[in-house]
């Protein structure tokens, strides 16, 4: 009888230690910060970790996607109408983007690279190929025109020449020669009075097979949430988004740093050599990647925002006080002098006038905003898709008759999409990480709940304790009879 008294206390004492063990775990978060620890451990730059690896040549395909805008109504547009184009792609490039030269420098705490890209046409993913015509602005002459406008013997003289070959605002060129440079006549010429002139233009002209110039990471061995931090780029220690430098556009794509244990009060940023500048992102909402959760972070719309709107933005007035509005971003310096204009595509975003002055501007949120979708326990890119638009700034030039009656518009000549989606084999390694995570994370609450049962059972004890003892009596014939 005392050693049954014993058991049924034992049951209850283990039960309340149980509960207190899981509660006060609980409270400490002691395995949840057991195994951030552990992760944090993996994520560093080091030769050998899986982290250095996947850094070193991220093994999800990347895709650059091109779609261009075919202008279908020139003629009018020098009268003064508003430009329609047809969106016409995509144009897919598989992208190769290995880091090279890797030096680790100051005991591993920094590692110096150059980021290699690579495009290969894919044509199977492609709308069409590479000798598809497109018409446009003809952005050479358009820059020729701008440059000399206010030098009327020089702008006689060009548009003496543009009228005799034929040159006008617009032109048509093979998406191949739009993106990677081609020969370009007015701009041969004019290199007869400058020889150090390039004479080809293409939108992505060098920056095949070619490097935007040597970074150096941190490796997060003292932080782990430096882990692949851009620190310098030419030697420049990296610009804060809000830099007034503007010349890094177009040029390249982006080191991205992200971190594990990744919450939703996070400001992400992007360093992007294309765009100057470190992108900030913010937390949208909850997503599913290929089955593995996902916080989506998305630039918020103050990121180009007019300075009427985002005074931090005011930097980017260029030439200062100058300002474009909401969700447009000159880059002129950065292109030589060529009237760029980058933006979300079909300006999304970006202030009413600008999708007004050109038919055929849908804004969608879906297909044209910038997104980064991260694993929030292992800081892991699920999903990403960068969207830029390239612009061309037009207005009428009074010295040359080329633009005609043309009307001032922000003409878009074309926009990207340069994104990625986890590979199945990197799916199966986070999928360990996430699992093994709710596992160790909920060990407490399973001793909880083991904690609950034995109480119950302990209770249930205790009250069949108080039922009369005639029970095990009445059964006793039972049990000898069978
Ligand atoms: C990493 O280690 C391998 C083998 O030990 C070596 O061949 C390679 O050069 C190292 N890489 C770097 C960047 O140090
Ligand atoms: C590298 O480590 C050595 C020895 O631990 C130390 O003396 C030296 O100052 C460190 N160098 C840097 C740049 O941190
Ligand atoms: C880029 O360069 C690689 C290697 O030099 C070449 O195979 C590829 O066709 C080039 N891509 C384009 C778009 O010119
Ligand atoms: C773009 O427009 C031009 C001029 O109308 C036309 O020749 C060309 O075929 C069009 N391109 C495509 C891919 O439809
Ligand atoms: C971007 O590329 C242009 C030419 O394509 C070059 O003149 C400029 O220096 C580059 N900018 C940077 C920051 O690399
Ligand atoms: C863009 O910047 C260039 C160079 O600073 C400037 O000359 C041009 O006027 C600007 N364009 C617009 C539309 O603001
Ligand atoms: C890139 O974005 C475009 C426009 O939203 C979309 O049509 C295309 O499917 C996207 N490409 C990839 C690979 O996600």
């Not at 030096?103 to 000798?131: D, H, P, Q, R, W």
């Amino acid at each position: 009888m005392s050693m049954k008294f014993c058991c049924i206390y034992s049951v209850g004492f283990i039960s309340i230690l149980l509960l207190i063990t899981g509660i006060s775990l609980v409270l400490a978060e002691v395995f949840q910060n057991l195994l951030y620890s552990r992760i944090e451990k993996e994520i560093v730059l080091r030769n050998g970790t899986e982290a250095f690896d996947a850094w070193e040549n991220p093994p999800p395909p990347v895709y650059m996607q091109f779609y261009f805008f075919n202008l279908t109504n020139p003629l009018e547009v020098l009268d003064g109408d508003r430009p329609a184009v047809v969106e016409i792609g995509p144009y897919t490039y598989r992208e190769y983007r290995p880091m090279e030269d890797i030096t680790f420098l100051e005991n591993g705490t920094k590692v110096s690279a150059v980021n290699t890209k690579t495009y290969i046409f894919e044509a199977n993913m492609s709308i069409g190929l590479e000798s598809d015509l497109m018409r446009t602005v003809n952005i050479p002459a358009l820059t020729v025109m701008e440059k000399f406008k206010d030098h009327s013997i020089i702008a006689n003289l060009i548009m003496a020449y543009m009228k005799s070959n034929n040159i006008g605002l617009f032109s048509t060129h093979t998406v191949g020669e739009l993106l990677w440079g081609y020969e370009d006549g007015l701009l041969k010429a004019l290199k007869l009075f400058q020889p150090d002139l390039d004479d080809v233009f293409g939108l992505f002209y060098k920056t095949n097979a070619t490097n935007d110039g040597e970074y150096v990471f941190l490796t997060g061995q003292q932080d782990y949430r430096d882990f692949a931090k851009v620190e310098q780029w030419k030697g420049q220690s990296s610009l804060p988004w809000w830099s007034t430098d503007e010349c890094n556009m177009i040029n390249g794509t982006n080191g991205a740093s992200f971190h594990p244990v990744i919450t939703k009060n996070e400001t992400l940023y992007m360093f992007s050599s294309d765009l100057c500048r470190s992108l900030f992102a913010t937390f949208e909402e909850e997503v599913s990647v290929r089955g593995l959760p996902g916080y989506r972070f998305v630039p918020p719309s103050r990121v180009f925002a007019s300075p009427t709107v985002n005074p931090d933005n005011a930097g980017f007035c260029v030439p200062p006080g100058k300002c474009l509005s909401s969700g447009l971003l000159n880059v002129s310096v950065c292109k030589q002098g060529a009237p760029i204009i980058m933006s979300s595509p079909h300006f999304y975003q970006a202030d009413e006038k600008y999708i007004n002055g050109v038919f055929g501007m849908y804004p969608n949120k879906e297909r044209h905003q910038t997104t980064i979708d991260v694993n929030p326990l292992t800081g892991v890119i699920l999903q990403a898709a960068k969207r830029l638009q390239v612009n061309v700034f037009v207005e009428k030039i009074s010295t040359f008759s080329q633009t005609g009656n043309v009307g001032t518009v922000v003409f878009p000549v074309l926009f990207l999409n340069e994104s990625v989606v986890i590979d199945e084999e990197s799916v199966k390694k986070v999928q360990v990480v996430v699992t093994l995570g709710n596992v160790v994370v909920n060990v407490p609450f399973m001793l909880i709940g083991v904690g609950i049962l034995l109480g119950a059972i302990f209770m249930m004890l205790m009250c069949r304790q108080q039922v009369p003892k005639s029970t095990p009596a009445e059964r006793q014939p039972l049990l000898g009879s069978s």
